[in-house]
Nanobody
Framework: QVQLVESGGGLVQAGGSLRLSCAASGSIGSINSINAMGWFRQAPGKQRELVARITSGGSTNYADSVKGRFTISRDSAKNTVYLQMNSLKPEDTAVYSC?????????WGQGSQVTVSS
């Protein structure tokens, strides 16, 4: 079992920055044992989409819409994954959810609202 707790969402003006955190706990021991962790987002009326993903080996991939603006990283000592979001745009407004792929199962955080005003 994996529990994911997110923090760091909020309201920011266009061009601003936010950092989301996702703390993992449970029977994992360390996030290094998790195959991959990622951030997804869902805007009203739209499908959920992958924003960024990081594997246990440290490989990362990003949605084209956020490349060069968002950075996913992890701190194994804190069992936490981060999403640094810079140069935010109104179209980044969505509920952002943390995801973990562990032992052929997917786990989700509670979701954090990110609102970018123009």
């Amino acid at each position: 079992q994996v529990q994911l707790v997110e923090s760091g969402g909020g309201l920011v003006q266009a061009g601003g920055s936010l950092r989301l955190s996702c703390a993992a706990s449970g029977s994992i021991g360390s996030i290094n044992s998790i195959n991959a962790m990622g951030w997804f987002r869902q805007a009203p009326g739209k499908q959920r989409e992958l924003v960024a993903r990081i594997t246990s080996g440290g490989s990362t991939n990003y949605a084209d819409s956020v490349k060069g603006r968002f950075t996913i990283s992890r701190d194994s000592a804190k069992n936490t994954v981060y999403l640094q979001m810079n140069s935010l745009k109104p179209e980044d407004t969505a509920v952002y959810s943390c995801n973990a792929e562990y032992r052929f199962k997917y786990y989700w955080g509670q979701g954090s609202q990110v609102t970018v005003s123009s």
